[in-house]
């Protein structure tokens, strides 16, 4: 391994390094090269609009930005709160649905659909009663399209705001169509097709949704009690920035996270925490040796 002697490279480097190894996990290496180096067909091409996507820096606030919009369906809340260790090991789930991305984008035929099957075994398990008495389970289609569509807006908005090739018209509708195939794999029956058909369908979830106390209390340890070092926690704030000035104003007001910042410096605040993602993962060596690792691999510069 050649050593960098140029502090600014070796802190490109170290940023990069920690930045995967947070997403990806203490196997990250391990994990990349299963999923990008094993040979076999792919659901979808190296420069596939959702391949283009998705392993764009700008997932970091896409993926925020979906959290917060998630959190406003109170079934699909309950079952995040009855279920998920969001708050005792928020990375270890980052972890796994960096992961999930990965396999099913960038992993081989069979080993996308072995994660969907493991995903949808746990979805089985996960049934309950929401605070107000509702039955929910997580394999319900209604609830999997609401779960995939505020995914999808969420990282198509990041990424044509933020991201480093923003799609065309086509091939934003391309990608939505690619996204739908998971959704799909996964359970949804009703997914949309196309940017319109995204848009529709978000907005007829609209009467179902409200900022229950588990939504609010989402916010709080997303935006307000980050698990991070205090040394990371003003990068990590621009990042919320963009997503939340990404967000709709109806859901902003909702999850009532709309300040005065975050509305009038949300934009560049996003786009520069973006490119300092994408600076430092770009020259880490994990990425640059396989540049579809399911994070941003670009050429320095």
């Avoid at 996204?179 to 529709?200: D, H, N």
């Avoid at 939504?215 to 009690?225: G, K, Y």
């Amino acid at each position: 391994m050649t050593t960098v002697t140029n502090p600014v490279e070796r802190l490109r480097l170290r940023l990069g390094d920690a930045l995967f190894e947070k997403v990806a996990g203490p196997e990250a290496e391990a994990s990349r090269d299963r999923i990008h180096l094993t040979p076999g067909p792919r659901w979808f091409a190296p420069d596939s609009p959702v391949a283009r996507v998705h392993a764009d820096a700008s997932m970091f606030v896409g993926g925020l930005r979906a959290l917060l919009l998630q959190s406003l369906h109170p079934l699909a809340m309950a079952g995040v709160a009855g279920h998920s260790g969001y708050r005792g090991d928020p990375w270890g789930r980052l972890e796994h649905t960096a992961t999930f991305l990965a396999t099913t984008t960038f992993g081989t035929a069979d080993d996308a659909q072995a994660m969907i099957d493991r995903v949808r075994s746990v979805h089985d398990r996960v049934r309950g009663k929401a605070p107000d008495g509702r039955p929910y389970r997580a394999g319900d289609p209604h609830l999997l399209t609401w779960v995939h569509a505020a995914e999808a807006d969420s990282f198509l908005t990041a990424h044509q705001r933020f991201g480093e090739r923003p799609l065309t018209a086509g091939e934003a509708d391309e990608y939505v169509a690619q996204a739908a195939r998971v959704a799909r794999a996964l359970g949804a029956v009703v997914v949309p097709e196309t940017v319109a058909e995204l848009g529709e369908t978000i907005e007829a979830y609209r009467p179902e949704l409200e900022a229950s106390e588990a939504a609010l209390d989402t916010v709080r340890f997303l935006l307000r009690e980050p698990p991070l070092p205090r040394p990371a926690r003003p990068p990590y704030a621009l990042l919320a920035a963009g997503a939340v000035s990404t967000l709709p104003a109806w859901a902003r007001d909702a999850l009532d996270v709309g300040t005065w910042f975050r509305r009038a410096l949300g934009g560049p605040a996003g786009t520069v925490a973006t490119r300092a993602v994408r600076w430092g993962m770009g020259t880490s060596e994990k990425t640059r040796a396989y540049p579809r690792a399911g994070v941003p691999a670009t050429t320095p510069g």
